[in-house]
T-cell receptor, first 114, second 111 residues
Framework: DAGVIQSPRHEVTEMGQEVTLRCKPISGHDYLFWYRQTMMRGLELLIYFNNNVPIDDSGMPEDRFSAKMPNASFSTLKIQPSEPRDSAVYFC????????????FGNGTRLTVT | DAKTTQPPSMDCAEGRAANLPCNHSTISGNEYVYWYRQIHSQGPQYIIHGLKNNETNEMASLIITEDRKSSTLILPHATLRDTAVYYCIVRVATTGNQFYFGTGTSLTVIP
């Protein structure tokens, strides 16, 4: 299994531009999570999906952030417009259902907004 | 919303066992304890998890107290490559299966 695949690995953009981060979960996994990590706030859960349906987006910081999961093998996290304070590492993770199922993380996307 | 408490940092001599403690006094009966580690800015790596019994795999051992209010992750022979931030997490079963990460323990393995 290739694991959770995220793209791009690095993204540098200017303030005000739209940014789209992509994630391919592990095949067969029911849950998909988006996290953001910064030095100040650590790992924050932004949103998670169950069977492609968003379940809890209370961690999404602002309306500038949106996430979609059009099918079981693909999800996007979009920031429009981007701001310098959005600079962080964004991780996608997936798991099977049930509290006995580990979460598997991708290698993340390092976003820099100048 | 993290439900766990860990020391912020620990040191361990190379080759010795590293024992990382975690308190989770509000854990519910059907919630599992998970351990992850993160090296630099790589994605967190799954290590081990358990419910009430002690668990062992090729990476580590997990000791859970009988009352389940605390646990210890044991790396039996720490190497320099084990230097990382270690997270103890309780998977929330009642509100939908989220994993909430706390601040973790920064383990430094000393040569």
């Amino acid at each position: 299994d290739a694991g959770v695949i995220q793209s791009p690995r690095h993204e540098v953009t200017e303030m005000g531009q739209e940014v789209t981060l992509r994630c391919k979960p592990i095949s067969g996994h029911d849950y998909l999570f988006w996290y953001r990590q910064t030095m100040m706030r650590g790992l924050e859960l932004l949103i998670y999906f169950n069977n492609n349906v968003p379940i809890d987006d209370s961690g999404m910081p602002e309306d500038r952030f949106s996430a979609k999961m059009p099918n079981a093998s693909f999800s996007t996290l979009k920031i429009q417009p981007s701001e310098p304070r959005d600079s962080a590492v964004y991780f996608c993770a997936s798991s099977l259902a049930g509290s006995n199922s580990p979460l598997h993380f991708g290698n993340g996307t390092r976003l820099t907004v100048t | 919303d993290a439900k766990t408490t860990q020391p912020p940092s620990m040191d361990c001599a190379e080759g010795r066992a590293a024992n990382l403690p975690c308190n989770h006094s509000t854990i519910s009966g059907n919630e599992y304890v998970y351990w992850y580690r993160q090296i630099h800015s790589q994605g967190p790596q799954y290590i081990i998890h358990g419910l009430k019994n002690n668990e062992t795999n090729e990476m580590a051992s997990l000791i859970i107290t009988e009352d389940r209010k605390s646990s210890t992750l044991i790396l039996p022979h720490a190497t320099l490559r084990d230097t990382a931030v270690y997270y103890c997490i309780v998977r929330v079963a009642t509100t939908g299966n989220q994993f909430y990460f706390g601040t973790g323990t920064s383990l430094t393995v000393i040569p």
